[in-house]
């Protein structure tokens, strides 16, 4: 077992149930970050782009990945490309940029598992039985990177992050603040989006 790609208790926790997808996505992040060669982002200089959507399963590993790089949704470092392909780009302004996709070899192979059969039944992970959850968990654990993922250096990718600003001022109707790159003009008042009737 590649104990180095097995989540801390504390991301299943975050996550809300035991999946096989939280374990691929911590140990995408974690192979992405060692060909970056980045550290787990503290603040604001490294984003992630899962190629996923919404409405097809196995999007959970974008958590795992949260969790390992500190690229967080909650700190606008992540953003979804609904490509629904099960893959993501790395990319740090200094370091570059790293696609890593699973292989539909791995898909296929994964797809055999009893956890898959419940979640077709339209069983939620959190009630498909704990041995055939951790079946496939500790079968993940024993693939190899090559035969999980697909890497590609992505040299021309180019992403420039939203400047962060601490400007405010207060919506003429409804008196809350609003940071000023969402602020909105109404009679030459400023106004926040929802009361600007766009
Ligand atoms: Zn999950
Ligand atoms: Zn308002």
């Not at 974690?30 to 060909?35: F, N, Q, R, S, V």
């Not at 899962?50 to 690229?71: A, K, S, W």
């Not at 598992?113 to 039944?121: G, S």
């Amino acid at each position: 077992m590649k104990t180095e790609y097995v989540p801390p208790e504390w991301a299943f926790e975050f996550h809300g149930h035991r999946c096989p997808f939280l374990p691929i996505g911590y140990r995408m992040g974690k192979l992405a970050m060692e060909y970056l060669k980045v550290e787990r982002e503290k603040d604001h200089g490294f984003f992630v782009f899962p190629e996923c959507g919404e409405g097809h399963p196995q999007i959970c590993f974008i958590d795992g990945i949260q969790v390992i790089t500190g690229v967080t949704y909650g700190k606008s470092l992540m953003e979804k490309t609904y490509y629904g392909k099960l893959a993501a780009i790395f990319f740090h302004p200094k370091k570059g940029a790293v696609r890593y996709s699973l292989k539909p070899e791995f898909i296929d192979a994964f797809g055999k598992f009893e956890f898959f059969a419940y979640r077709k039944k339209g069983i939620e992970p959190s009630q498909v039985p704990q041995k055939a959850a951790d079946e496939v968990i500790n079968w993940v654990y024993e693939q190899t990177d090559d035969f999980m993922f697909k890497v590609e250096a992505k040299p021309d990718f180019k992403f420039s992050p939203v400047k962060g600003s601490f400007n405010k001022a207060k919506c003429s109707i409804c008196g809350e603040y609003v940071f000023e790159r969402y602020l909105r003009t109404k009679d030459g008042k400023p106004v926040c989006i929802p009361c600007s009737e766009y």
